[in-house]
């Protein structure tokens, strides 16, 4: 069973920064995307940034140029540097990894962390 453990969220003054982390751990032999998904409150969850096994990214462009995705694969790690924050950031950041490779071949689609709380105020 693969789980997904986020730290690093917190209280943070606008035009602060912030680092969030994201541990896979489990029967893993890969992991083909990870990601971020937040959620406001009174809102729809939406993707953040993600990152393949390759590198490849997808970033929204309400964050494109303020946050950083990045991901160790011998660590099944994901990180996202949240630079120039905004109150408009202020949501419960949730870590996804999807297509999850054991070491016995099966495949498990999306898993959820559990959600870290960001809030930018001043």
């Known amino acids: 069973q693969v789980q997904l453990v986020e730290s690093g969220g917190g209280l943070v003054q606008p035009g602060g920064s912030l680092r969030l982390s994201c541990a896979a751990s489990?029967?893993?032999?890969?992991?083909?995307?990870m990601g971020w998904y937040r959620q406001a409150p009174g809102k729809q969850r939406e993707l953040v940034a993600s990152i393949t096994s390759g590198g490849s990214l997808n970033v929204a462009d309400s964050v494109k140029g303020r946050f950083t995705i990045s991901r160790d694969n011998a660590k099944n790690t994901v990180y996202l540097q949240m630079n120039s924050l905004k109150p408009e950031d202020t949501a419960v950041y949730y870590c996804n990894a999807d297509r999850i490779r054991s070491f016995g071949g099966t495949v498990v689609g999306a898993v959820w962390g559990q959600g870290t709380l960001v809030t930018v105020s001043s």
């Open positions: 489990g029967s893993i032999f890969s992991i083909y995307v």
